[in-house]
């Protein structure tokens, strides 16, 4: 079955502690990305990488990493998380090249709910 | 760069009669349009796309949307709406065949039995 999968769903933690939210996609897609989605505000990009070792940064890059080191995994990382990254994060996949059932559209993990204390 | 604007925060329609979300759109060069459907505690999923040809584009669960390129618009509609249609909507230009998407705030569509 053709999946976006993330880890963890839920995650509580505190100020200044370190964590990752790993994404991972079945498909072969080149194109990943990570938003969070915020009440009133819809969806924002933070990161996006559009193959193996090629990451950009969205609207919302500030106080996150990424990395794409292999083509199905995308990790994102706080590296000192604050309150105001408390958000629900969403990571997305898709190809770039049209051919048959490849159309474009992004593929969409379960989404991350992060709670920062 | 591109800009999207949904002017409903909420729409409200009885089950059975015909629905319109609406979705103004600013994009620089060709318009790619898709359409996004959230359900309570899931991601989001692939409605409808417009890339180029007919201006009404027909997707799943028997939506379908009306590009029009002189308004900037692309509404999306159903003839006849069911209450398992209640769900938030987004509506994603982009700016290159589905790499840089920009969402709108999304629109809360609640069918009513």
């Known amino acids: 079955e053709a999946q976006v999968t993330q880890n963890p769903r839920y995650l509580i933690t505190v100020t200044g502690k370190k964590l990752t939210v790993t994404c991972s996609q079945n498909m072969n897609h080149e194109y990943m990305s990570w938003y969070r989605q915020d009440p009133g505000l819809g969806l924002r990009q933070i990161y996006y990488?559009?193959?193996?070792?090629?990451?950009d940064k969205g609207d919302v890059p500030e106080g996150y990493k990424v990395s794409r080191k292999e083509k199905r995994n995308f990790p994102l990382i706080l590296e000192s998380p604050s309150p105001n990254q408390t958000s629900l994060y969403f990571c997305?996949?898709?190809?770039?090249?049209?051919?048959?059932?490849?159309?474009?559209?992004?593929?969409f993990g379960e989404g991350s709910r992060l709670t920062v204390l | 760069a591109q800009s999207v604007a949904q002017p409903e925060d909420q729409v409200n329609v009885a089950e059975g009669n015909p629905l319109t979300v609406k979705c103004t759109y600013s994009v620089s060069g060709n318009p790619y349009l898709f359409w996004y459907v959230q359900y309570p505690n899931r991601g989001l999923q692939f409605l409808l796309k417009y890339i180029t040809g007919d201006n009404l584009v027909k997707g799943s669960y028997g939506f379908e949307a009306e590009f029009n390129k002189s308004q900037t618009s692309f509404h999306l509609k159903k003839p006849s709406a069911l209450v398992s249609d209640s769900a938030l909507y987004f509506c994603a230009p982009s700016d290159n065949y589905g790499q840089n998407f920009v969402f709108g705030p999304g629109t809360r569509l609640s069918v009513l039995p």
């Open positions: 990488s559009m193959n193996v070792e090629v990451t």
């Open positions: 997305a996949s898709s190809s770039l090249r049209s051919t048959g059932l490849n159309t474009g559209e992004l593929f």
